[in-house]
């Protein structure tokens, strides 16, 4: 019954933010890490961001550091992802994602994670 929906996607140019967001739901979230992967045409899929449930510990893409933010609002079973500074190579899907078990560090791998949302595109013009 897990599901995750993200939105918040589009049409941006270089230089210029948006913000990502996943609702989840189907049942409790406490103490799982959850995360931000993008699949970009023609490449596989990969780590962009990660969040521990009390959201004191994250972990980010060497490529988006610095420009990217991940979040939650646990109150209302939400993980953001601020973006600024768009690149048109961060053009991709984006897809959220809840681990499989709970734990402390957010894990940078697809393979620990359990439950993915349908993706959000996300379009950066040059």
């Known amino acids: 019954q897990v599901r995750l929906v993200e939105s918040g996607g589009g049409l941006v140019q270089a230089g210029e933010s948006l913000r990502l967001s996943c609702v989840a739901s189907g049942r409790t979230f406490a103490g799982y890490p959850m995360g931000w992967f993008r699949q970009a045409p023609g490449k596989e899929r990969e780590f962009v961001a990660a969040v521990s449930w009390g959201g004191s510990n994250t972990a980010y893409a060497d490529s988006v550091k610095g420009r990217f933010t991940i979040s939650r609002d646990n109150a209302k079973n939400t993980v953001y992802l601020q973006m600024n500074s768009l690149k048109p190579e961060d053009t991709a899907v984006y897809y959220c994602?809840?681990?499989?078990?709970?734990?402390?560090?957010?894990?940078?791998?697809?393979?620990?994670?359990?439950?993915w949302g349908q993706g959000t595109q996300v379009t950066v013009s040059s």
């Open positions: 994602a809840v681990t499989r078990t709970a734990g402390l560090l957010p894990p940078r791998y697809q393979y620990e994670y359990a439950n």
